[in-house]
C-alpha cells in the first residue's frame, strides 16, 4: 500500500515512520506533509491507497485538507493526540484513529483493515459522510455507519432496535426484521451509543429505548420489546435501566 504521512510535528511523522517500516512491510511511504496546503498537494500528485492524517495541526485541522480535496479515493487513518474535537464523528463513520502515542497492536490492526478494504476494492463514501457529519452539533447526529464484511451500510439511528454481542463481534437488529453483522466490540458502540439514549441492560445487549413495550419483573427484570423479544437486564444495570424509561 502507497501511503501518505499527515502531521505538523516532524517527530511525530519520523516516529510514525519508524514503525511502519519496522512492523507493517506491507506500507510503502511515498511522502509526508507539514500542513494542510502540502498535504493537499501531495494527495493530489501521488493519488496514495492509504493516508495517516494527524487532526490538529496547528490552526487548521485534518478535516481542512479532506475538505479541500477534490477526490477522496483513499482509505484513511486518523493520528490524534487525545480524544478531542471530531473523533465522535470518526467513529460514526466507522473510521479508524490512532492515540498517541501510537499502539503497535492498534496501528496493526488498522493497517491491515485498511488492506483488506484495498483488496477486496470496497468503495465507500465514509469521508463525504464524516464531513456531512461535522457540519452538525454532535447533538444532533442522526446515522451511523455500519461496516459489513463487503459494504458500508449508513443507517439512521431511529431504524437500530437493539445490538448484541457475539465475541468481539455485534448484531444490529434493525426495523423491518433486518439484521446486520459488525466486526467491533458491543462495548464500542454502547459508548457510541449511549449518549443517544440508547441502554446497556446487559453486558450483552444495548437496547434503543423506542422500541421497549414494558418492564417485566420475571427474573429480576427483563425488557419487553414491541416485537415480542425479551431482553435481560443485569443487576448492576438495573437501576439505571428503570431510571432512564421513566424518564421517558
Not at 10 to 21: A, D, F, K, V
Not at 81 to 98: C, E, N, P, S, T
Not at 121 to 149: C, G, H, R, W, Y
Request: with cysteine.
Amino acid at each position: 500500500m502507497r501511503a501518505i504521512l499527515i502531521d505538523d510535528e516532524i517527530s511525530n511523522l519520523e516516529n510514525l515512520r519508524s514503525l511502519l517500516e519496522k512492523h507493517c512491510p506491507q506500507v510503502t511511504i511515498i511522502a509526508t506533509a507539514q500542513n494542510v496546503s502540502d498535504a493537499v498537494d501531495a494527495i493530489e500528485k501521488y493519488s496514495p491507497d492509504l493516508v495517516f492524517l494527524d487532526i490538529q495541526m496547528g490552526d487548521q485541522t485534518g478535516f481542512d485538507v479532506l475538505r479541500q480535496l477534490l477526490t477522496r479515493n483513499f482509505d484513511i487513518i486518523f493520528v490524534t493526540a487525545y480524544d478531542h474535537y471530531g473523533i465522535q464523528a470518526v467513529k460514526f463513520a466507522a473510521l479508524d484513529y490512532l492515540l498517541k502515542p501510537i499502539d503497535i497492536d492498534e496501528l496493526l490492526n488498522a493497517v491491515n483493515k485498511a488492506e483488506e478494504k484495498l483488496a477486496t476494492q470496497i468503495q465507500t463514501s465514509q469521508l463525504d459522510f464524516l464531513l456531512q457529519q461535522l457540519k452538525k452539533p454532535e447533538t444532533n447526529v442522526s446515522k451511523i455507519a455500519l461496516q459489513m464484511q463487503s459494504e458500508i451500510r449508513y443507517v439512521t439511528l431511529s431504524e437500530i432496535i437493539r445490538c448484541e454481542a457475539d465475541n468481539t463481534y455485534t448484531h444490529f437488529f434493525l426495523s423491518g426484521d433486518e439484521k446486520i453483522l459488525v466486526s467491533k466490540s458491543l462495548k464500542e458502540y454502547a459508548d457510541l451509543l449511549r449518549p443517544k439514549g440508547f441502554l446497556r441492560t446487559h453486558q450483552s445487549h444495548l437496547v434503543n429505548p423506542k422500541y421497549v413495550k414494558s418492564w417485566l419483573k420475571e427474573d429480576g427484570g427483563i425488557l419487553l420489546l414491541i416485537s415480542g423479544e425479551k431482553i435481560p437486564v443485569s443487576k448492576p444495570n438495573k437501576d439505571t435501566v428503570k431510571q432512564a424509561l421513566q424518564q421517558l
